[in-house]
């Protein structure tokens, strides 16, 4: 976080900063994300556009040269941002001593948790072959994702059906794959890919997805729904991966969920590294 601070009114390097933690840069922005409940860059932003409202208040530089510091090219996009993040423009926070929002710097402590346990497996996988259907949707962090609710409701259910019986590898049943996700901002694009593991023929409406030979690390719950769930994925990269000498990589991560009225039984596949 040090490190963060220093280089606010430059470049702030990811891969630097996975250097210094002695990770990777993709599971760097997993687990910040993880940890502190905003992606990184988001972070950033917001630390940023608080030094930039400090100085703006102080009224000794422009604001175009306030702007510039702190990585706009313009007065304009200066503006947006900070109203975005402060609720009122900079000439009008100069000009009234607006009160303006402050992202302070995140500290990590370490707290003693995870006395229950968390249940998992590493697996060894050869190539999966992958049959269903695909598409691209945004991220969305809290909360059902509305874009793959409409296309999983757009697939039907006598073709989820038929996907179903065509299921004859691990894992077993319905899967729903995540991956070439472009960022970790909310609204980013990711792809969705609903579908089973199969040695069997597709069908004309149906494509196949290859997914790579790897190690992946294999969690599984049981409870109320959607919260066991939200929580898995959270507990796993706040809890699991810090605890482990294992890392994330990129490559599709698989969900298998059977729904039970208001509860649900899930397991979570995660491609890892050693």
Known sequence: ????????????DVKVLARIAGTSEYHLRRLFSALAGV????????RRLTKAGAEVLSGQD???????RWGYGSNEAF??????????GPQEARAGRKPLRSQQVLTFKLVV??????????????????????T????????????????????GRPTLERMKELSDGE??????????????????????FQGVVTSRDAPEDMEVMTVPKNTWAVFTTEGP???????????VYTQWFPSNSYQSVEGPSMLRTEIDGDNARAELWIPVTS
Request: hydrophobic share 40%; glycine share 10%; aromatic share 8%.
């Open 39 to 46: 992606p990184l860059s988001e972070y950033v932003r917001r």
């Open 225 to 235: 729904y959607p919260e066991t769930i939200q929580y898995m994925w959270r507990d």
């Open 171 to 192: 894992p077993a049943g319905l899967l729903a794959l995540t991956f070439n996700q472009e960022g970790v901002e909310e609204g980013d694009r990711l792809d969705y």
């Open 1 to 12: 976080m040090a490190r963060i601070e220093e280089d606010l009114d430059g470049e702030v």
């Open 62 to 68: 422009s604001l175009l040269d306030i702007a510039v």
């Open 79 to 88: 503006a947006r941002a900070f109203k975005a993040m402060h609720g009122v």
């Open 113 to 134: 948790e995870g006395s229950a346990g968390m249940e998992y497996r590493i697996v060894e996988k050869d190539e999966l072959r992958v049959v269903g259907r695909g």
């Open 136 to 155: 691209r949707v945004p991220l969305v962090h809290v909360g059902q994702n509305p874009a793959i609710v409409e296309f999983v409701k757009g697939i």
